[in-house]
Antibody
């Protein structure tokens, strides 16, 4: 059974750096074709794709957020980590990680709500 | 970036109705288009991948069609559990992009 679970702080202050961890099971990110993405959703708004890391360590970022994002993986721990610098209240959202198999996000984590407030 | 535009943004319908949601890409994405269903407080769920392939476990009343820039999601006979928000998403290129969502409400 494939599962993913996000973890990280529920509250961060403006200008701080957010670090989120996606811990997964049921697949290996060293398997050819496997990818994990981060996606967020502000309250009441649409989904926004943030970043992706592939089995071969290729990395891709949102055009508008690429200067603030870093994605990495620890294959031995089955984890993907996303950092976002210079957090702002507009970054308040539920952050999801999801497996991308072939061409779609087939399995999602439950999401973790992050509030940016002083 | 490829922009995805859904219409309508919201839709009221009754149980048993046939409903169609449209998604348009700003450039051709071949058939690299996926549809997701999201219920309040829950993560999105994959319904349709590569435009018309039904994800395992998804009821056959859901179907998808289209290629190039224009795509549709059809629900043939709405059930009470189908009232949710639906998103399209392109996987033709990175960055991946989603539509703005279509909220399907009970009439």
């Amino acid at each position: 059974q494939v599962t993913l679970k996000e973890s990280g702080p529920a509250l961060v202050k403006p200008t701080q750096t957010l670090t989120l961890t996606c811990t997964f099971s049921g697949f290996s990110l060293s398997t050819s074709g496997m990818r994990v993405s981060w996606i967020r959703q502000p309250p009441g708004k649409a989904l926004e794709w943030l970043a992706r890391i592939d089995w071969d360590d290729d990395k891709f970022y949102s055009t508008s957020l690429q200067t603030r994002l870093t994605i990495s993986k620890d294959t031995s721990k089955n984890q993907v980590v996303l950092t976002m610098t210079n957090m702002d209240p507009v970054d308040t959202a539920t952050y999801y990680c999801a497996r991308e198999l072939l061409t779609s996000f087939d399995i999602w984590g439950q999401g973790t709500m992050v509030t940016v407030s002083s | 970036d490829i922009q995805m535009t859904q219409s309508p943004s919201s839709l009221s319908a009754s149980v048993g109705d046939r409903v169609t949601i449209t998604c348009r890409a700003s450039q051709s994405i071949s058939r690299y288009l996926n549809w997701y269903q999201q219920k309040p407080g829950k993560a999105p769920k994959l319904l349709i991948y590569t435009a018309s392939s039904l994800q395992s476990g998804v009821p056959s009343r859901f179907s998808g069609s289209g290629s190039g820039t224009d795509f549709t999601l059809t629900i043939s006979s709405l059930q009470p559990e189908d009232f949710a928000t639906y998103y399209c998403q392109q996987s033709y290129s990175s960055p991946r992009t989603f539509g703005q969502g279509t909220k399907l409400e009970i009439k």
